[in-house]
T-cell receptor
Framework: DQQVKQNSPSLSVQEGRISILNCDYTNSMFDYFLWYKKYPAEGPTFLISISSIKDKNEDGRFTVFLNKSAKHLSLHIVPSQPGDSAVYFCAASNAGNNRKLIWGLGTSLAVNP | EPEVTQTPSHQVTQMGQEVILRCVPISNHLYFYWYRQILGQKVEFLVSFYNNEISEKSEIFDDQFSVERPDGSNFTLKIRSTKLEDSAMYFC??????????????FGPGTRLLVL
């Protein structure tokens, strides 16, 4: 099942710079996309989401961009901080399937001081 | 801030034994979910639960699995006869029925299940 793909398993960024995490999807029925952050031995923590009727959503240092024609979304973190170092998961759902989340494999972000 | 809690944090069991994983969802949420993540693999949906019944289940959620909301606060996942391949991290999640965040699922810290 490759409906949601995060092709970069890891990313390393300098503190203060921008982190860009990417996610691709194949199912055009998805209408809601979420980013979660996960530390080792903890559960996923909700970060930010976007509805398919929008192309951008911003919350503080976090912005999610959605390109429906390309079936691509990205999470921008600016400025990046060492505390942002974690695994970031992209997930997608649609109202027709009881909102079950389909997940990517995650991208491990390391923000270096 | 309200959060989803799960117990136990770790469970070690022998193959063939029954396990019950417990979750307390956020109190005003009405949708409940179980997911699991086998080490190195994707997080996988197991089951969703609303209005005291299963609303959807995955092909993983076979007859060995069951869910229950025995009272107004707990939500449990039972595995009747565990197999080695059930070893995974199990996450409970809940979401509200209404409001701007109704599509957002909030997750507990997980239960790490090891089947020997």
């Amino acid at each position: 099942d490759q409906q949601v793909k995060q092709n970069s398993p890891s990313l390393s960024v300098q503190e203060g710079r921008i982190s860009i995490l990417n996610c691709d999807y194949t199912n055009s029925m998805f209408d809601y996309f979420l980013w979660y952050k996960k530390y080792p031995a903890e559960g996923p923590t909700f970060l930010i989401s976007i509805s398919s009727i929008k192309d951008k959503n911003e919350d503080g240092r976090f912005t999610v961009f959605l390109n429906k024609s390309a079936k691509h979304l990205s999470l921008h973190i600016v400025p990046s901080q060492p505390g942002d170092s974690a695994v970031y998961f992209c997930a997608a759902s649609n109202a027709g399937n009881n909102r079950k989340l389909i997940w990517g494999l995650g991208t491990s972000l390391a923000v270096n001081p | 801030e309200p959060e989803v809690t799960q117990t136990p944090s770790h469970q070690v069991t022998q193959m063939g034994q029954e396990v019950i994983l417990r979750c307390v969802p956020i109190s005003n949420h009405l949708y409940f979910y179980w997911y699991r993540q086998i080490l190195g693999q994707k997080v996988e949906f197991l089951v969703s639960f609303y209005n005291n019944e299963i609303s959807e289940k995955s092909e993983i959620f076979d007859d060995q699995f069951s869910v229950e909301r025995p009272d107004g606060s707990n939500f449990t996942l039972k595995i009747r006869s565990t197999k080695l391949e059930d070893s995974a991290m199990y996450f409970c999640a809940s979401s509200p029925a209404l409001g701007t965040k109704k599509e957002t699922q909030y997750f507990g810290p997980g239960t790490r299940l090891l089947v020997l």
